[in-house]
């Protein structure tokens, strides 16, 4: 198998909006490069609330920069990088708070991560080697945020849809959705996950020429 760019580690930012597919192709860029891949989620790095009462949990505003914590996460891909073990944080959405405990992420030749807002911040956006978009019309996402709360979340369908309408869609137009100008490439989360893949991986033999170049200059 080919690994994309240098022996270092190599940091891919998957980034679209809620129900985009973004989980789909971190996970089979994952199975494409095997044991060379690590996957982490930006949803682990959800702040821990459990010190605050059930009802303020859940008015908390989850789909702003400011409920992850995002210095942690940028921390671990310098750790990572550096060929360090990494202690990755648990989360319970049920709770709203960090479970006791951890998950250790070895360093990988490839690390995918998955998140709304990797690219809501510049010091987390630099952290990466490729920011990829993935591209879903609002209906659409809409929908598959709703079957999914509620199925794996334990969420009803009025409260799927009012935190729909209060924070996740003026959120996403805010803060995920400019990310699409800024991403290195954008892919449909519509298409069959095989072709967005091979478009990333595209993508990523593209970089390598101009890796080397950096590196020679």
């Known amino acids: 198998m ?11 930012a998957i980034v679209g909006g809620t129900g985009s597919g973004k989980t789909t192709l971190a996970h089979a860029l994952a199975e494409h490069f095997g044991e060379h891949c690590a996957v982490i989620d930006h949803d682990s790095y ?4 459990s010190h605050l009462k059930p009802a303020e ?14 210095s942690l996460l940028v921390d671990h891909l310098h750790r990572l990088r550096a060929g360090r073990t990494i202690d990755k944080p648990k989360y319970c959405f049920a709770t709203h708070s960090r479970l006791p405990e951890r998950e250790w992420v070895a360093p990988k030749p490839v690390v995918v991560v998955e998140g709304i807002l990797l690219m809501a911040l510049p010091e987390l956006r630099n952290a990466f080697d490729l920011r990829v978009f993935v ?3 609002d209906d659409v996402r809409a929908l598959r945020r709703l079957r999914r709360d509620v199925s794996e979340r334990g969420r009803t369908i009025d409260s799927v849809c009012a935190q729909w309408m209060q924070t996740v869609r003026p959120m996403h137009e805010r803060f995920v959705a400019p990310a699409k100008r800024r991403a290195d490439l954008v892919v449909s989360g519509q298409e069959p996950t095989r072709d967005a893949v091979l478009r990333v991986l595209a993508q990523l033999s593209a970089l390598e020429p101009a890796a080397k170049a950096a590196e020679q200059a």
């Open 2 to 12: 080919e690994l994309p760019l240098r022996n270092a580690c190599t940091t891919i």
């Open 135 to 137: 591209d879903v019309p």
């Open 46 to 49: 959800y702040r821990d609330l």
């Open 57 to 70: 949990r859940a008015a908390i505003n989850f789909d702003h920069p400011d409920s992850l914590e995002n």
